[in-house]
């Protein structure tokens, strides 16, 4: 027996996405706060249907709750880890794949465009604010 291909792509990706938790774990879950919830997507397949009266069979249910619960939990469960890792609170050693920057939770101190101080001027602003405010010699 052939089992349709809607019906077997949700249990592949369910099993690529166990295999990559296990694999890295902590990358996942901050590539999951960026995920576009899929899982509500999964659970919307039961309630819209139900506007138009149809109720979907027992195994269609099952499946869909299950994968929908599963995938709708890890994504909040990885955008409460992102935000504790933006934060810098936890995993501080790695860098979300997905983030503009890719430098991890904190900035490069050694980074010239990066602000050093609280008013936000950077090396550059610096060095040109002691050029101009070096007293220049005069002649005797």
Do not use: N
Request: charged share 20%; proline share 9%.
């Amino acid at each position: 027996m052939r089992f349709p291909e809607w019906l077997i792509r949700p249990f592949a990706d369910v099993a690529a996405l166990a295999h990559d938790l296990i694999a890295s774990p902590r990358e996942v879950l901050l590539v999951r706060a960026h995920h576009r919830w899929v899982g509500a997507l999964y659970l919307a397949v039961l309630s819209v249907p139900a506007v138009f009266g149809y109720r979907p069979g027992l195994i269609l249910a099952v499946v869909v709750l299950v994968i929908g619960g599963l995938s709708l939990g890890l994504d909040l469960l990885g955008m409460v880890a992102h935000v504790a890792w933006h934060r810098g609170r936890i995993w501080q050693s790695i860098a979300c794949p997905l983030c503009d920057d890719g430098d991890g939770p904190d900035d490069d101190p050694e980074d010239p465009d990066v602000p050093d101080d609280p008013y936000g001027l950077t090396l550059a602003d610096h060095t040109w604010l002691h050029a101009i405010s070096v007293k220049a010699p005069t002649a005797v």
